[in-house]
């Protein structure tokens, strides 16, 4: 089962050395985790731009799809999977 987080919630991220995402925090926990996949979105809906990177992560209590918002600089959580 998924659940969509609504308003996708700012998170924190750490990030190693090479810039790759390894941890997230949110809703006062940190979370390692390991990216099992990513893609980019790049859309102008009616004139509003969305791009965005993607991330499927999991971690030892979480799976989530979060994202960077290219446009103002935030990750956002989007989705949890149980």
């Known amino acids: 089962m998924t659940r969509l987080v609504r308003e996708h919630p700012a998170i924190d991220v750490e990030t190693d050395a090479e810039g790759r995402l390894v941890a997230i ?19 102008a809906w009616w004139g509003r731009p969305i791009l965005r990177d993607y991330f499927k992560v999991v971690g030892q209590r979480w799976l989530a799809l979060v994202y960077l918002d290219r446009v103002n600089g935030a990750w956002r959580l989007e989705r949890l999977y149980d």
């Not at 006062?28 to 893609?39: I, K, L, P, S």
């Open 25 to 43: 925090r949110w809703n006062g926990r940190r979370e390692a985790v390991e990216v099992c996949n990513r893609w980019r979105v790049e859309e």
